[in-house]
Structure formats: C-alpha cells, structure tokens
C-alpha cells in the first residue's frame, strides 16, 4: 500500500502516463487530479480517435486497478448497465430445493441472495473491494438513449445502487469515472453540470511525433517526425472521417512492417486504406497534390469544413 | 488542501462575473466547485488555476473558448479579438439572444407586399396540382402525420397483450408461486414520440410555394399537437398559435396577419441559427425531426447555412428538405445556400409537380 500511485502530483501523473505510452498534456493530468479529489466524473469529448477511451485504459494501468468499461448503444437499459438477477441460477436452486423440506421453508430468503446477483458495469464499480477505487469508463455516452443518461446521472451523483431486494449498495470507494462522447449530439445538461469537461483535439505535430516514438520506439525519428507533418496536412482535407491518432500509429506500423525509409506519393497512395476508411475520402487523396501536400503545403482545392 | 486567499477568491469571483457577462452560465454551484478545484490544484501556477476554473465551468468546446478568450481579456487585458466572440457568443449562449430575439420577432408592422393574405386563400383553392387518382389529400396527410407522430423504440414495455411472451419478466414475477408459470408477462415495443419542427422559407423565392405544401404544413401541425411551425424569410415567425385553430382560411387570414416579412429576402441561415439557439435546445432534441422548406435561395452566407446545419444535425433526429424546384425537369443544386445544406441533409424531397408529391409523401413515409 505504501507505494500507492496517488494522483496528486501533476508531473507525477504526465510521467506514470508516459511510462505507458500515453503523452498527457497538463489539462489532462490537471483534471485527473481534480476528479480523484472532488470525486468528479470526467466528460471527455472530441472528434473519434484522438484517444479519448485511452485515457481511461491508462488511468487504470496506472492505478493497477481494474478496467470497468460500459459501451453505450442506443436502447441500453439499467438491466445491462446495472445489474440482474440470474434466472437460470434461480430456477435451478428452486428445484433442488422442492426436494428438501428445509431447503424449502427457507427459499424466500435464500432465493435473491447475492449469490444470484449479476454485477453490471456500473454496480461492479461500486461494489468493487478495493484496495483502490476502479476506473469506470462510460464510453460513447452518445449513442445511448436520453432516459439512459438520466439514470446514469442518480448513479453519479452519489455512487450509490440499491437493488430492492438486498439493500443499497454505497460504493466504499468511489470509481474514477470517465465518460466519452463523440459529440454526435449534445448531452443533457445536468449530466455535463456533473462532470469535469475536457475536449480532447487533435494532437499538434510535436505532439504526437512524441506518441507514435513512445508507442513504436524501434521507428526512425526523422520517419516519425515525416508522418506527423503528413497527418497535419491530411487533417487539413475535408475528408468525411478525418485520420486519428489510432490510424496515425496504425500507418505507423504499416510503414515499419513494410521497410519504407521516406514518404513518397506512392507510399502514400499505396497504404491509404490503412488512414482513410471511406471509399469518397481515398478519391479526395488521389485527387489531391501529393507531392506538394507531402512538402508541406496546405491542399489548396479543399475548403476545410468548419467545425464547430 | 489549502484554500484559497481571499484576495484570489474576490478576483476569481469578479471574473465569473465577467463571464457570466460574456454569456457563460456560472451557476452558484458550479461556481464554488471551481473554488473548490483551485484549492485542491494547489499550486499557484496561473496555468493550473485557469485549467481548474475551466474543467468545471465550460460543458461544451465553445465555451471551452470562451471562456479561454474571456480568460485572456480579463488576466491581461488582451484586445478584444471579436473574431471568436462573435461566433461563439451566438451559438452557445442562450443569455446573450435577448437582443437577437427581439430583431428576429420585430413586428415590421408594414408593407405586405403583392403577397396578401387573400392570394395565400387563393393559391390554397387551387389544388390542382394535386393528382386526382390518387387518394385524397386530406387521407394522404393523416396518414403521413400517424407515421411521423410515433416510432417504435427498441426498448420494450411489460404489456397485458400482443408482442412476446417476456421469459425473464415472466420468471422473475412467477418466483414468489414457487415458478409456476402462473401468469405471463408479454413484451411490447415502446414507442417514442416524435415532434415537428417545420421551417417554411416565404420569402419571394418561394413564390413557388404550393397549395399542396401549404396544406401539408397545416394538417400535419394540426394533427401534430406538439410539433411546431415556423416561417422565415428576413425574419423568423413562430405561427404555432395561429395554426391552432381549425379552419384552414381562417389560420391563413391569421399568418398572412402575423407575418409581415412575405417576399423579402431570405436568410436561411439566420433561422437556422435561430433553430440551433432556441427550439432544438429544448429538452427533447433527439426526438426532434426538422423539415426544412426551401429552395436553398440565401441572401445570407452560404458558409453560415453548412455551419448551422452542422450544428443542428447533431442535434436532432432527422432532417428533410423540401425543395420545391425539385423535380422540374431542369432542376439543379444552384443554389449556394441549398448546396451547403445537402451534406447535412437526411431526405431530400421535391414538390414540383404531381409526380414529384406522390415521391414526397413515399419520402416523407420512410423518414
């Protein structure tokens, strides 16, 4: 227990962060901090793929803790998210029991003990023994319905569940919470009023020149510094999904696995699939000046789409 | 966890005061949770103490900006770079619309135009383009306003009847008869409600406008209680009220009172805009399908109606377009406002002739 990684030391986070590949800024760590103090849920928002659902995974490696991930759909329902009762098991015991008369008068207590009980995401994370608290990530919060994001708000506000036939469960330690939204629409506000709120950006090309050596140490510098340039200019395009991180370092790999040294227009065109996803956006890259786009310079042709 | 002197606390407080000028709501709550981050940031770094004020004031990337700017302005007196502001005043803050509201709901009490109220009655007679082999009008529009009321959910609901048998429902209840399935529990769909928001461009582009669209608009907000109506063309009039009442000439007689704005110009973005700030930030935004009738004409920025539209597709569930060229033999996407909507737009439908509004309603039907 002595060595504890307490989040209150802001550079102590950064570096704990680095040492598992994750390049935090000071925002981040700063909000870390806040929400292990204030026992704060954290709203991260941001375009898909600049790492939002990372930070949590980190955050757990960090914490050596575990993970407790809620993906969020639409028509998710505090049967999935919270907890349920196993039938099967239920039905099962009520049968062994018709066979013995002791085993029967004592069935109405025995029937919904905890044994019986389903842990969902969101009562593991509160149930969870410790010896620190569990990262709870709610990822795509937008994806699920608004009467979901209701409920979700009493389970934040005071890390407590009660299931009507045991009791209330009150969470001894309560989770760090990490929510994520692609912002495909808005939130609730009372939900956002609750929580830390962060909207998570592209990386600058300093930045994540740092993410793709962290993450692929073996890879040239002067390749890594090649490929970060390129992923500015190609952010640039109004393509209709731009590359994030995670294309980033999967092009990465692609590149390393394949011996390439420079980036060249072929190269490029060749290994599209790997950054772009969409049939429309890889005939916007053959349509695009490659060799100046790969020089440097902002494509010409294109309006960026505002986004805002 | 040492707090903060108070120096520092009557400065923070003076520059909430500020935002909350700016337009950034800093409610009671949220403000003492920002004290209390400040205390637990610790140090005194001017980094720190911003990023601890802002997670726990801002809810969006705009006011995330603001308040950055607000920040900037008010710590060192950083000239005022409207660029931002203006932008993000208007789009996120629901305090600053006062003004706003007040230009785009201005009763220009005055020249109705060459559009009076009895050319509206008029044009209304004439439902010729209307194909007579086809059913009704009347019956075609009820129908319409059942389907687009309702949609099945995915959730389901316990139900007496109908649907599934629910076997862990019917488990769970029939625990306490020792799992003699003694009653069943069926499941059904749940539906969800949709509401309306129609948004009729009646400016002079819209001469086009037909009897077949005006009637549309009015049976499907009479039988769509809570959906709204709005027409626009300089201005913006919510004529939800008037349509209330029953008979179609008299809400005619009614609007052609109310709106005075009748072949202006137009300013598609500008409604749009009024759209993003007001009705689809009233609660149930997601249920909301915006239709759109227009024929994308823009005296406006173009570049203002794809941002708007944007905007407003992240906010509801679908949104259709009614152009009323469409469907003319020579019809093209010229319009630069029409072109920078299409992206954002789910259905896009014609009405020009009988042809095209029979496509109209199979499209309005599958929304």
């Not at chain 1, 659902?53 to 993906?71: F, N």
Request: aromatic share 6%.
């Amino acid at each position: 227990m002595s060595d504890l990684p307490a989040l209150d030391e802001i550079s102590t986070i950064q570096q704990r962060y680095a040492d598992l590949g994750y390049v935090a800024d000071r925002a981040l760590a700063l909000t870390l901090k806040l929400a292990g103090a204030l026992h704060k849920p954290i709203l991260l928002e941001g375009e898909a793929g600049v790492g939002k659902t990372e930070v949590a995974k980190v955050l757990a490696g960090v914490l050596d803790t575990p993970l407790i991930r809620l993906q969020c759909y639409e028509g998710l329902d505090a049967n999935h998210a919270l907890y349920e009762w196993n039938y099967a098991r239920q039905i099962l015991h009520i049968r062994m029991a018709e066979h013995d008369a002791a085993a029967r008068a004592q069935l109405e207590s025995t029937i919904f003990d905890e044994r019986f009980l389903l842990n969902r995401p969101l009562l593991a994370a509160i149930r969870h023994p410790g010896p620190r608290p569990a990262v709870l990530l709610i990822d795509e919060i937008d994806r699920a319905d608004e009467e979901f994001e209701a409920f979700l708000l009493e389970v934040l506000s005071d890390y407590q569940v009660t299931v009507p036939e045991i009791g209330t469960f009150r969470a001894a330690l309560p989770p760090y919470v990490i929510l994520t939204s692609n912002r495909t629409r808005e939130l609730n506000d009372a939900l956002k009023r609750r929580c830390l709120y962060l909207w998570v950006d592209y990386p600058s090309a300093e930045k994540e020149r740092e993410i793709i050596l962290r993450r692929l140490p073996m890879l040239d510098a002067t390749l890594a510094a090649q490929i970060a340039t390129t992923m500015q200019t190609l952010r640039q395009i109004d393509f209709y999904k731009r590359p994030g991180i995670a294309e980033t370092l999967d092009w990465s790999r692609a590149l390393l696995g394949l011996g390439v040294e420079e980036i060249t227009p072929d190269v490029l065109l060749d290994t599209a699939g790997v950054l772009l996803k969409h049939r429309d956006d890889v005939a916007r890259l053959r349509a695009a000046e490659l060799g100046r786009l790969l020089a440097g310079e902002a494509p010409a042709s294109t309006t960026s789409r505002q986004v805002s | 966890m040492n707090s903060p002197g108070t120096a520092l606390v009557e400065r923070t407080l003076e520059f909430f005061g500020r935002l909350r000028e700016a337009g950034l709501p800093v409610p009671p709550a949220r403000s003492i949770d920002a004290l209390k981050a400040v205390a637990v940031a610790g140090s005194l770094d001017e980094d720190d103490y911003r990023l601890a004020l802002r997670v726990n004031l801002v809810a969006t990337r705009e006011q995330e900006r603001l308040f950055e700017q607000v920040f900037a302005e008010y710590f060192h007196g950083a000239p005022d770079t409207r660029r931002y502001r203006r932008g993000i005043r208007g789009e996120t803050m629901q305090g600053n619309l006062g003004h706003h509201e007040k230009e785009l709901d201005q009763e220009v009490t005055a020249d109705p135009g060459q559009f009076t109220p009895q050319d509206v009655g008029r044009r209304l007679d004439l439902a010729e383009r209307w194909d007579p082999a086809a059913p009704p009008l009347e019956a075609v529009i009820r129908e319409l306003a059942r389907r687009l009321a309702t949609r099945p959910s995915r959730r389901t609901k316990a139900a007496r009847r109908g649907g599934r048998i629910d076997l862990r429902r019917s488990v769970r209840r029939n625990t306490r008869h020792g799992l003699e399935l003694v009653d069943l529990t069926r499941s059904a769909r749940r539906t969800r409600r949709t509401r309306l928001v129609m948004l009729c461009d009646v400016s002079g582009s819209m001469d086009s406008f037909n009897p077949f669209l005006l009637r549309l608009m009015l049976g499907l907000q009479q039988l769509m209680k809570n959906s709204r109506t709005l027409v626009f063309s300089t201005h913006v009039t919510d004529i939800t009220a008037a349509l209330r009442t029953r008979s179609v000439a008299e809400t005619l007689r009614e609007v052609g009172l109310q709106v005075s704005h009748w072949s202006g110009g137009t300013n598609i973005g500008g409604a749009l805009a009024r759209l993003n700030r007001g009705l689809v930030r009233e609660g149930s935004a997601s249920s909301t399908v915006v239709i759109v009738i227009s024929d994308g004409y823009d005296n406006g920025q173009a570049e203002q109606v794809g941002r708007e539209m944007a905007q407003l597709q992240r906010h509801v569930r679908k949104i259709v377009w009614i152009n009323p060229m469409y469907g003319a033999t020579t019809f093209q996407v010229r319009a630069a406002g029409m072109k920078a909507a299409l992206p954002y737009v789910d259905h896009f439908l014609p009405a020009f002739d009988a042809k095209s509004l029979q496509l109209l309603v199979r499209g309005l039907e599958q929304v």
